[in-house]
Each structure stands twice: as structure tokens, then as C-alpha cells.
């Protein structure tokens, strides 16, 4: 036992020797640099409008692709379904059943885009065109009249919407 | 043979209540027979064979199929939902990876580990991606840490108290061992430029759920987990890995992580923005709430239980977790709040981890409201339901860590209250 002691404290002594003057691991992450332009890592799409596609949709263009691939979630008229609300209830916020929706709710336009082009929909996500999610963002923010009913939105336009709760958030963080 | 044990259990149990002495005198006539000793008679059956074969992969108790995760989800979306984890059914801090609670926005990816990729880029010198194996070779650490769901008890915010068991209301809060890479060091393998106050981390699932944390957090506790409680976290909970925030609400600590994109400024995607933000009376939200507060759950006895014995003597026992450290102290009261009693907290109380608290409490079939409040090392106090709501109106959803309140009738049974 005691031999097993006097062994095992010089050698402690000399693996703290070689941990002290040498890194405890290697950089082993490869460059990325090339890789990282690609647009599979650049799905988020900023405020500014950063990452926006080019393509470009309307409101007429969106009404028909909301029947076929929203209304069954989100009903025929974006609320009201088992699907998170889209339409209507702007100015409910301080009301005693505030509603949110995309159009009372959300501070961004892009967020619609961002948010439709990655998750819906529900069964096929990334399976519509960019010229779809343009023309479903038409669709849906017409419908409140945040864009006139006849604007063909692109990743020039979209960028420039105002959301009536543009201002409604308070952050807190950093506190 | 085959029919026998049942009985032969039954007279086991009978026998051991009457005594010793009578035990002896009832087994003299299968002694009677030659070549059987008593034991055979007294002993419950599978002690008398070998038991079952090894497992591979261990299974709870066929007897204890009732602790289970409650799914909550969209009949329309079924992959779009949350399981509550069975606090009310477990004891001690750890929850078993199987019970883990779940919030999924569009189901389990079944990822293949050796085509998943892990990037990290924007405000970096040098934009990098870590293959599963990479990370494996990288320095871990282990901490216990619970998450929650910042829509955990989004209930309480009704008018009525939700009558479900504790864990069926108030589990969307787990607590495990995660082990993985401390984040800092593969950000500054990356190099992380003065301008990068942000990274949009995001998911490999079919949501791709992106969301933004503060560089701060990722630069101080945050962990790359790849394991949870010993084993390979779960797919359920992000498996090839995922990014643990210890304190911080559950969405943020992103499953199936793919992506930490340093910028400047957030996202706004939908799920800091439409999602997980806290809607005040004037109108106005809260957001960036990242932080759980002070909260505690009395787990037994709770909704679903009934005390059986008055006058009896039961264990008051339950959960209590800051998100801001450790908690020092949870207070019992059996009279809705009147008097206060401090439970006992069993060690090791950790930061931002579960801290089991007991306290024995002697009930004489008064009525009685139970509740628990917790204090954490900042001085924060855990507040009434009313306090809360003073504070935040009802359409908050987000963040109720207001006390929990269990009603003792008469007869001893259990409802969920508002207290008083």
C-alpha cells in the first residue's frame, strides 16, 4: 500500500507538469468558411431583411395557396382553428381577451417569411417556393390592411412593412 | 403448480399478521409431508424460482406503468405539443431520462449522428463545423441542472385551478445530469469578434427552430450537452446533442442543435417575438424573459392523493429550483399561508438545480391548505398567485412561478386551489 503511495505522487506531480505547459485539447473544428455561404446555414431571415430570397408574391397569388395549404390548420379565415391564429384582432391587445396574432401580435414582417418558409407548412416543411411564401405574407398581412391588397412583395419591400405592434415589446434582457 | 403461488401469498401475508408463534402452529401439517420443509409454504413465489433474464436495456417495474410522461398535443399536429414529466410520482432530484419532459414543434428528428454537423459562424474569425466525433474528443463537464418550459404552469393564469395531478400541471421542469463541452471553448476556437453580442442557434428538426442567446450566457455556464444522466441524451431531448442554459427557460436550450450564428442583434424569429414573450395589461410585452424564477411544487401530498389516516402523520415533500442559484430556504404552510414553517432541504442543495424539500406533518382531519414558498441566494421570495398577477395582469402565459396550493378537505382529499 504504501509503495503504491510513494509511486503514485511523483507521477501526479509530472502529468500536472505536462498539463500546465501543454494545451488540454486539440482545435479540432474544421474551416467552414466556404461551407457557411451555403444557403442551408443561412435560413434566418433578419428585420433588415437579411437572407431574404429573390422572388416576389400577392395577396391574390397567397388567398390560393392559404386554402390549400393553411385553412385546413388555421381555418378559412387564419382564426379560430387548432392552429395558432394568423388574422385579425389588431388593437386586442389591451383588451380583456387579447389576441395574438400575427397581425395584432408580431413586431416584424420578416418573422412571417422566416417563420413559414422553415416550419410550415406543418407536414412539409421547406416544401414551398420562395414565391409562395411571398405571396402567403401578402396574403396575410392584406388582410388587415398593413399592405395595400394589390402590393407585390419581395425581399426589397417586405423588409419595409411596419406591424401595428412594431413597438410593443419590452426587452428585458440585458437587465 | 401453476395456480398455487397466488394462494400461497395470501396465506404469507395473513400468516405474518397473525404473528410468529401462529405461523409455526399453522405450518406443522406441510412439515407432515415428507422431504418439504416450511419454507416453501411461506415464502412468496419468486423467491422459490429464478427470476427473469438480463436485460440489455433495463425497464421500469411492470407494477409502476402508471409513471408516465401526460402528452399534450395538437390532434391536428400531433408532432406539435408538450409531455409533463410525473413529479407528483417521483422522489428525490433526478428525473429519469424516460420522464424528462418535452416540448416538440414538429416531432422527434430521427438524426443520423454521422451526417450531422454542428456550425458555428457569423461574427467569428474563422467559421467552423464539428462532426459528432470531433466533439466527442473535446474536454466535458458534468452538472446537474433542471430546465423548464417558460410555459410551465400556464394554467395557473386561468380563473379556475386546473384540477391535474402536480406533475401534469406544473412538470414541463426536469432535472438531469448533462455532460457535454463547455460552449466557451469551441467559441474561441472560433474566435468570437467584439461585435458578436448574439448567437441564432438553431435546431435540425422540422421546424428548425431558431432562436437568439445573448453571447454572454454561451461565454459563461452554457454546455454543448452529448450525454444526459450517463447515457447519450435521448432523441426526445436532442440527441446528437443540444445546448444546455442552466437556469435559463427551456427553448432556449435549443435539441438537435445545428447552428450558433453570431450577429449583432436578434432575430426576432417567431419564437422570441410571437411566442415566449409576456403580454402586459397596457398592451406591452416582455421579452428576452430569459431567466426561471424562484418556484416550488409540493409533490406529496398533492391532487390525486388522499390521506388515509385521521389523526395520521404524513411527509409534506417537493421540489423547489431557482433559476437564478441556489435555493436557501422553503417555508410550509398548512393554513394558506397564515404561518409559515421552514421545511427541511436535503443536501446537496446546487445552483439552478432541484432542491428536495420535507417536512413531517401530524393532520387531525382539519381542513387544510398546503402550500410551499421558496427564497434562492438572491433574497428572491417566491409570490402569491395575487402578486403575480398584480404584477403581470392574466395574459402573460409565460413564466408563472407563483405558490401552489393544495386543498385538504375533511375526508382527505386533495384539490388544486388558488389558496387565499
Keep these: ?175 | 403448480m401453476v395456480d398455487e403461488p397466488k394462494n400461497n401469498r395470501r396465506q404469507f401475508l395473513q400468516k405474518a399478521a397473525l404473528g410468529g408463534a401462529l405461523v409455526g402452529a399453522i405450518s406443522i401439517p406441510v412439515l407432515s409431508k415428507a422431504g418439504e420443509t416450511e419454507f416453501p409454504d411461506n415464502l412468496p413465489e419468486w423467491m422459490r424460482m429464478p427470476g427473469g433474464d438480463f436485460t440489455n436495456y433495463g425497464q421500469p417495474s411492470p407494477h409502476e406503468q402508471q409513471v408516465i410522461r401526460w402528452i399534450s398535443a395538437n390532434p391536428d399536429a400531433p408532432g406539435n405539443g408538450v409531455s409533463w414529466t410525473p413529479l407528483h410520482d417521483l422522489q428525490g432530484t433526478i428525473t429519469p431520462n424516460g420522464l424528462h419532459y418535452e416540448r416538440h414543434h414538429n416531432g422527434v428528428p430521427q438524426i443520423e449522428p454521422n451526417e450531422h454537423l454542428l456550425v458555428i459562424d457569423g461574427l467569428v474569425d474563422k467559421a467552423l463545423s464539428f462532426t459528432v466525433d470531433t466533439l466527442m474528443r473535446y474536454p466535458m463537464v458534468s452538472r446537474l441542472c433542471f430546465i423548464e418550459c417558460g410555459g410551465n404552469s400556464n394554467s395557473g393564469w386561468r380563473s379556475n385551478p386546473i384540477q391535474s395531478q402536480a406533475g401534469y400541471a406544473h412538470g414541463l421542469v426536469s432535472n438531469a445530469e448533462w455532460t457535454g463541452i463547455p460552449l466557451k471553448l469551441l467559441l474561441e476556437e472560433a474566435g468570437v469578434q467584439v461585435t458578436a453580442k448574439w448567437a441564432i442557434a438553431e435546431g435540425a428538426d422540422a421546424s428548425a427552430l431558431n432562436i437568439s442567446i445573448p453571447i454572454e450566457k454561451l461565454l459563461d455556464d452554457a454546455i454543448l450537452a452529448l450525454y444526459q444522466n450517463g447515457e447519450r441524451i435521448r432523441p426526445e431531448n436532442g440527441y446528437p446533442m443540444r445546448l444546455v442554459l442552466p437556469g435559463w427557460e427551456g427553448i432556449l436550450n435549443v435539441k438537435w442543435l445545428r447552428q450558433l450564428h453570431l450577429t449583432a442583434s436578434p432575430a426576432m424569429s417567431r419564437d422570441e417575438t410571437a411566442q415566449y414573450t409576456e403580454l402586459l395589461p397596457d398592451g406591452k410585452a416582455r421579452q428576452f424573459t430569459f431567466v426561471n424564477e424562484a418556484k416550488s411544487l409540493i409533490t406529496s401530498p398533492s391532487l390525486g392523493m388522499m390521506l388515509p389516516d385521521n389523526p395520521g402523520i404524513y411527509q409534506i415533500s417537493g421540489l423547489a429550483w431557482s433559476g437564478r442559484g441556489k435555493i436557501v430556504r422553503v417555508e410550509i404552510s398548512a393554513d394558506g399561508g397564515e404561518s409559515w414553517t421552514d421545511a427541511e432541504l436535503q443536501e446537496p442543495v446546487l445552483d439552478k438545480a432541484f432542491t428536495r424539500f420535507s417536512i413531517p406533518w401530524k393532520w387531525q382531519g382539519e381542513y387544510a391548505i398546503l402550500q410551499s414558498r421558496a427564497s434562492d441566494e438572491t433574497g428572491y421570495v417566491q409570490p402569491t398567485r395575487d402578486a403575480l398577477i398584480e404584477n403581470r395582469g392574466k395574459h402573460g402565459f409565460f413564466h408563472y412561478n407563483a405558490i401552489i396550493s393544495w386543498e385538504i378537505t375533511e375526508e382527505g382529499d386533495i384539490n388544486h386551489v388558488y389558496g387565499f
Design chain 1, 1 to 175: 500500500m504504501s509503495m503504491v503511495s510513494k509511486l503514485s505522487i511523483p507521477a501526479l506531480f509530472v502529468l500536472s507538469a505536462l498539463v500546465a505547459a501543454e494545451p488540454t485539447h486539440q482545435n479540432l473544428g474544421l474551416d467552414a468558411g466556404v461551407l457557411s455561404q451555403e444557403p442551408q446555414w443561412n435560413l434566418t431571415i433578419s428585420p433588415d431583411g437579411k437572407n431574404l430570397p429573390e422572388g416576389k408574391g400577392t395577396a391574390a397569388q397567397g388567398k390560393e395557396i392559404f386554402a390549400l395549404q393553411c385553412a385546413g390548420c388555421h381555418g378559412p379565415e387564419g382564426i379560430g382553428a387548432s392552429a395558432d391564429p394568423l388574422m385579425g384582432e389588431v388593437g386586442s391587445l389591451t383588451s380583456d381577451f387579447p389576441e395574438k396574432t400575427v397581425n395584432s401580435y408580431w413586431p416584424y414582417a420578416t418573422t412571417l417569411f422566416d417563420y413559414i418558409r422553415r416550419a410550415m407548412p406543418i407536414d412539409a416543411p421547406f416544401s414551398l417556393t420562395a414565391d409562395e411564401v411571398y405571396a402567403l405574407s401578402a396574403y396575410i398581412l392584406s388582410q388587415d390592411g398593413i399592405i395595400a391588397s394589390d402590393v407585390e412583395l419581395n425581399r426589397k419591400n417586405l423588409p419595409q412593412v411596419t406591424m401595428p405592434n412594431r413597438d410593443g415589446f419590452i426587452a428585458i434582457y440585458p437587465e
